[in-house]
């Protein structure tokens, strides 16, 4: 199933290890041979300011918050590939 996340790479979400994460998901998704069927879009913002990096997957509209690269990991993982949400980095926007 397509997938398309979208990333804030805000100033909020750049000090706090957006840029690292987007490379090290990156990797991951070409790992898990996802890159065909996932896109990503980097957001100015997602309006969520320190709680970030923030991601949303679509195209149900989980919100992540906290992503790391090991949380990226858990994300490609159990969400685009098992299709579970990580319920632990679930975020409900403010």
């Not at 000090?15 to 070409?30: D, I, K, V, W, Y």
């Not at 949303?56 to 159990?78: F, K, S």
Request: proline share 5%; hydrophobic share 40%.
């Amino acid at each position: 199933m397509p997938h398309h996340l979208l990333i804030c790479t805000g100033p909020s979400c750049r000090q706090e290890g957006a840029e690292e994460m987007l490379a090290a998901l990156h990797l991951f998704l070409c790992d898990a041979s996802l890159q065909a069927y996932t896109r990503l879009t980097l957001c100015c913002c997602l309006g969520q300011c320190g709680r970030g990096p923030n991601m949303v997957v679509y195209p149900d509209g989980t919100w992540y918050g906290g992503v790391d690269t090991r949380a990226a990991l858990q994300i490609v993982r159990g969400h685009l590939l098992e299709g579970k949400v990580v319920t632990a980095l679930v975020q409900v926007p403010e």
